[in-house]
């Protein structure tokens, strides 16, 4: 599945930079996070819980950043395992200054294996777009915690 979109923020691409790329401050975007640990500057784990139907899915993810150019181009990887699931996720992005504003071009592609995958694009396509949603709202709240 791929999905893709824009972003505006009130702040100037240099303080959306770095809450994109502080891995702690990242983690904090995530939904349904339960715990997260930082290896060094370019990879991290997270144990998250999705929410998926009656409960959850727990997953214990694996983050890479392969791409960095600041403060307007990042690349992030992530493999997730869980019972029943695998997920995988490659994601960039691109910032465009305009003043003190902010524009973020972001794609995503999301591969889904095992049970879960099984459900089909129909039904994940749904979920996955609120979880998209839930981050970028979560980001737009990081970013504006650190503005001040």
Do not use: Y
């Not at 990042?74 to 996720?89: D, F, P, V």
């Not at 609120?130 to 970028?136: A, M, P, R």
Request: negative net charge; proline residues 5%.
């Amino acid at each position: 599945m791929r999905v893709e979109g824009t972003r505006a923020f009130d702040a100037p691409a240099e303080r959306v930079w770095s809450v994109l790329n502080d891995p702690a401050q990242l983690a904090q975007t995530l939904p349904g996070i339960e715990s997260f640990e930082v290896v060094d500057e370019n990879h991290w784990t997270a144990a998250v819980k999705i929410p998926l139907g009656l409960g959850g899915l727990k997953l214990r993810f694996k983050f890479e950043k392969t791409e960095a150019r600041a403060p307007e181009h990042a690349r992030l990887r992530a493999s997730g395992q869980g019972i029943g699931a695998m997920i995988s996720l490659d994601t960039r992005f691109d910032l465009s200054p305009d003043g003190e504003r902010t524009s973020m071009r972001w794609e995503a592609d999301v591969r889904v294996a095992g049970q879960v995958g099984a459900m089909g694009q129909r039904v994940l396509q749904p979920i996955v777009n609120q979880q998209v949603e839930n981050v970028l709202s979560s980001l737009e709240r990081q970013v504006a915690a650190a503005t001040g």
